[in-house]
T-cell receptor
Framework: DADVTQTPRNRITKTGKRIMLECSQT?????MYWYRQDPGLGLRLIYY???????NKGEISDGYSVSRQAQAKFSLSLESAIPNQTALYFC?????????????FGEGSRLTVL | EDQVTQSPEALRLQEGESSSLNCSYT??????LFWYRQDPGKGPEFLFT???AGEEKEKERLKATLTKKESFLHITAPKPEDSATYLC????????????FGQGTTLQVKP
């Protein structure tokens, strides 16, 4: 089983719908991240969380919200999806005790907003 | 503004034809430079971390080097299984743990 699991892997939805992408991890890491990947733009940080009580905005948080339900779970919500939120979304974790900054990524959730 | 730029965007090589990928960065304070490999439909997979100018890391046919302004990922005698997108990222000073990614170089190695 994957250490960082994302659901759903693929989702097609319509403009205005509410969407939730979920991430769970078995690595025991405190830090979790949501990134978005678009062709030619690389990975951009949406939100990150250092523990259950700590949530921080990344560089492109507008239109998104997150919830850290437990150390192992971090979900990303689009309250009212729009077509330019069509992208590949990645959840990632890191272990601050290692102090290497290495991120461990999930397999990605491909979202299409029509 | 902190920025990471990778070149070329795409690279086609024949099997055995060595080459290099470039990652240039302008950041306020570097706390590490990372290389990741990403296969189609998969999440990025960690390859290397470099911390200071002059540092080098190797793994099979890959060698990463770092200067004060850029990093190179050298691929020696590549094989078709090296085909992937290679991502560069920098970690900024401070304790946020955030990484800023470049847009990636897509490598195709033909047999």
């Amino acid at each position: 089983d994957a250490d960082v699991t994302q659901t759903p892997r693929n989702r097609i939805t319509k403009t205005g719908k509410r969407i939730m992408l979920e991430c769970s991890q078995t690595k025991g890491h405190d830090r979790m991240y949501w990134y978005r990947q678009d062709p030619g733009l690389g990975l951009r940080l949406i939100y990150y969380s250092f523990d259950v009580k700590d949530i921080n905005k990344g560089e492109i948080s507008d239109g998104y919200s997150v919830s850290r339900q437990a150390q192992a779970k971090f979900s990303l919500s689009l309250e009212s999806a729009i077509p330019n939120q069509t992208a590949l979304y990645f959840c990632a974790t890191s272990d601050p005790r290692r102090n290497t900054g290495e991120l461990f990524f999930g397999e990605g959730s491909r979202l299409t907003v029509l | 503004e902190d920025q990471v730029t990778q070149s070329p965007e795409a690279l086609r090589l024949q099997e055995g034809e060595s080459s290099s990928l470039n990652c240039s960065y302008t950041v306020s304070g570097l706390r590490g430079l990372f290389w990741y490999r990403q296969d189609p439909g998969k999440g990025p997979e960690f390859l290397f971390t470099l911390y200071s100018a002059g540092e080098e890391k190797e793994k099979e046919r890959l060698k990463a080097t770092l200067t004060k302004k850029e990093s190179f990922l050298h691929i020696t005698a590549p094989k078709p299984e090296d085909s992937a997108t290679y991502l560069c990222a920098v970690r900024l000073s401070g304790n946020t743990g955030k990484l800023i990614f470049g847009q990636g170089t897509t490598l195709q190695v033909k047999p």
